[in-house]
């Protein structure tokens, strides 16, 4: 019942707002990088005498509708000159903009980034940008620029340590983020087991972090959405840039076809070979790379077309006897198309295939899984007046699951092929979001999303006794596997379940003056897929599982509210925010679940919950030679799964608690849960030649186990537990600095080069990735070891363009 | 494109290193341990049956054995209702005052040794312990398996040079799924399952982390299990090899089939579930064993 007053009162404001049409001409184009014609993300055109303006979107369009006038407008986007200019709206305009670097003409260098700053009267909240500038000052390990790792610099943003890969928002998982790279899904976004990621920072155009508050337009990960856009090409001009660092060298090349009409982007990224030959003295290899491919071509100014390419693996082997590769690959075509000058359209048709091999020689088999899918996505964006947008479309994505398949390696392995049934699924989606400026003050963004999760037939599948794959043992209060009682073959023409569920979103913001405000929000999600990962960060062997008739899809409702602040015009920025999320059917594995190779997964899994909540505080200094941020987030996340009630199995008991749950259905901390997480970043520009920076980040050590004891076994030592990530480690913290040299320029020669010299971890901390315990051998008395993997490292970057 | 020449100093200094740190851990009351592997070799008359009690204390210390009010092995072969029609009975004692070895009582009014023919499939054996006024049980059913077809020494090593490698063949049953349990000595366990060599001859490699000196003899076993002592084993492995780090799987306590029985009336208590840290550790299992020896070179 509530889903209907929804929409209810969603028809009732709209026929307020159509009700008072009136002579209204609309002014819309496209805004754009002067010298490269690449399209800018989130610039602002304000209409000062009507207090109102418009933004542009993902492709650099904008539309605004007003009534007939003259007006001046003012297109500004940080970095770049403002354009202010007047025009005379008495017929529908199309204008384009073509906006120029700053720093091409003033004196003085200002690096900061108008996508970092706050808008106070968007009703968008929890949302966090990240500019690539600054995600290549900020001193990372090895020099390597990172997006994911820049990201836990943000409140609400950490990862469960520094070899771990993934990143967590708000407490959640890290499969519950959901990871866009040019509108395509990434199932993986790492590089050597965490150490890097996979997006090549010079290829990126803009990224976005929304935390809450998601719009109706994005679905099916309930913790947040990672939107990065990459570069289109450069159709004015052929450009290079590329750097060669401790880890990888990177090369980039854009530029026209035809020009102004058809541009190529070609970029590629590699690491070094033997990376860790330190660390065992065998024959080893270990590298990855990148590479991007993209051709935009505009066909007519209504017309857009964009395809592009990502293919990214990563190599690890030991002798030849171990060999690991995996990696994503993503293809898609997208097209643009302008129905009128107030309804911009775009069709998304993506390919995206994560891969997982392995080799082990020793044993005589070869193992590969992974995940492929087919996306299918049309939104339109809706630019009915200055007051309101709507913005709608459909999505629809085809999943095949590969849980691995087996096979000998040499003729003469005694290893048998098999494949593990393979699971098929389909997902859609339709959607429509509103965003609605109400009063001056008051401006909302609301709108819903209906999915539908189909999970198709396949060729095996098995049945349980009282369809219950998990049986327990209510003597040695153990789970184990059931064993199955038939097996059926559905066919993948069949469904084996269905969901469906109603996703409402509604964010408001109430400005005061414009200077603060307040906002609040509520959003609910549904996740369908389930990384099936029993580590404290995934790792690259982890596969992807649908939901199905055993697991249930993930659940969230989250509420935030806050309070954004603006001072001395935008110079600093204060925000802060509460949120409170609660997830159903989070899932959880048995004690000794084996995850990989297993034939039937719902053997091993049960549907726990989550909850998470904390407070956030972010302040930013944005104008003058020193910028920067402090971050600060107090937050709590734990997960819990109670005992089944085996009644609603069919399964007669006489009592309804016959099970313990896992960890005897009590909450325990998540691996990811950090108390408290303070980061502070800091970039000073001491001249044109010199800009320096540094991080500073302390955590609440990671949520660990201790043994409460030990036990002998048949001569095996083996430590026993009480519950659940009761210990901590102790507390993180580490200092990195780095300063970038921009030698002066030789005016005859067009390369322009930087220096990013860095040192990470200053003070050498030695942060426990873990503590174990083990047997000393010489004494014989157990000992608690602390492992710790970066000490302090400098390292240098040289960093070309021309 | 100009050509582009760059000088590039690169440092690397990979440090992932590890130290001895003190940490406060939990305490946590003495827990009953049963080491209760008794392995059958059909070419003896017995079972060598020795099962070592012993009790938890300190993690930084060893377990202290421990001496049982009573220990008491049943067996016998159960109908299809799942019920014993009779039941034999070996009463155990311990070996040497003081050392928690329990074996058949030599002192019995009758001979309590149990003889490998009664170890047959099907057979059912059933532990019972008094310890501290409580009561433990524990039931297993007899696991057969196959010898060990060949086994030597390979030349290569995987993580390290001080390895050493030996090649294990063995020919799985094909009839039905089958669990292996290996036991390369020194505390170096193994379990595998036929899943992925159903019925073929299959070898393999296990690395011991150590060199080993030439001439040193090794012995390798391969013992039978059932699922439950096939993961039992897994898991204890595992837990053992457990080092920390993101990679690794959740710890948990390793649960073996003793349970605590003391309260068990089936009046009002018919489970555990109300009194989940009531367990004994370690497992009681009947299994035959064939074992190969090699002289390392």
Redesign the interface.
Known sequence: MPNRHFVLSLGLLLFGVFAQAQQKFTLSGTISEANSNETLIGVTIAFPELKTGVTTNEYGFYSITLPEGEYTLVVSYLGFQDIRETINLNSNIKRDFNLLEEAEELEEVVVTDDVERLDIRKPQMSVNTMAVQTIKQIPVV?GEADVIKSLLLLPGVSN??E??SGFNVRGGAADQNLILLDEATVFNTSHL??FFSVFNPDAIKDVKLFKGGIPARYGGRVSSVLEIFQKEGNSKDFK?N?G???VASRLLLEGPIQKDRTAFLVGGRASYAHL?L?????DNKAYFYDLNAKINHKINDRNNIFLSGYFGRDLFS??D??VNTYGNAVGNFRWNHLFSDRLFSNLSIIYSDYYYGLELD????EWDSGIQNFNLKYDLKHYINDKLQLNYGLNNTYYVFNPGR?KPNSPDS???E?QITKKYANENAIYIDIEHQITENLSMQYGLRASQFNRLGQDEFYVYENNNPVEFD?????Y?EATPIDTINPGRGGTLKKFFNLEPRISASYNFKGKSSIKASYTRLAQYLHLLS????P?PLDVWTPSGPFVDPQLLDQFAVGYFRNIKDGDYSFETEAFYKDIQNRID?I????LIANKAIERVILNGEARAYGLEFLIRKNEGRLTGWLAYTWSKSEQRTP?RDLRALGIDTGRS????GIN?GQWYSTPYDKRHDLSVYASYNLNKKWNFNANFIYQTGQP???????????????????L?N??RLPDYHRLDVSAILTPKRNERK??KSEWVFSIYNLYSR?N???????ENEDTG????????????????T?N?R? | MKKVVVIIGAFLIFTSCEDVVDVDLPETEPRLIVDGLLRVNKSQEFIDVRIAMRETSNFFEDNPPTQVESAVIAYGIPNEFGEFDSLAFSSLAEEEPGTGIYVPDPNFSSDQRIRTQSAEPGTVFILQISHRDKSYFARTEYASTVPIDNLEQGDDTLFNEDETEVIVTITDNPDHTNFYVFDFGFGNFQALDDRFFMGQQFAFSYFYDNELEPGQQIRVSILGADQDFHNYIDLLVEQTMNNGGVFETPVATVRGNVFDVTELDNIDIFDNVERPNDYALGYFAVVQEFSSNLIIQ
Do not use: C, H, M, W
């Open positions: 090895l469960a340590g070899a771990s087991f965490g290079v590329g060669i660092g401790a860790f330190p660390l065992f003295d065998v030991i002798s006897r171990f020793f044993v005589g088999f087996i005694g290893i048998v098999e209510p003597f040695t209060l153990v184990q029993n580590t404290s960060s790792t594995y004690d000794g679940a084996n005992p608690d016959l099970e313990t005897q660990t186990n201790y043994p409460v004891g030990q036990f002998e076994f048949e001569g095996l030592t083996a430590p026993y537990y009480g659940r009761k210990e067009k390369v030695r426990a990735a873990s503590i174990n315990f083990r008395r157990n000992e608690a070891i602390r492992t710790s993997i970066f000490g302090i490292i400098p390292a240098v040289y070309f021309f």
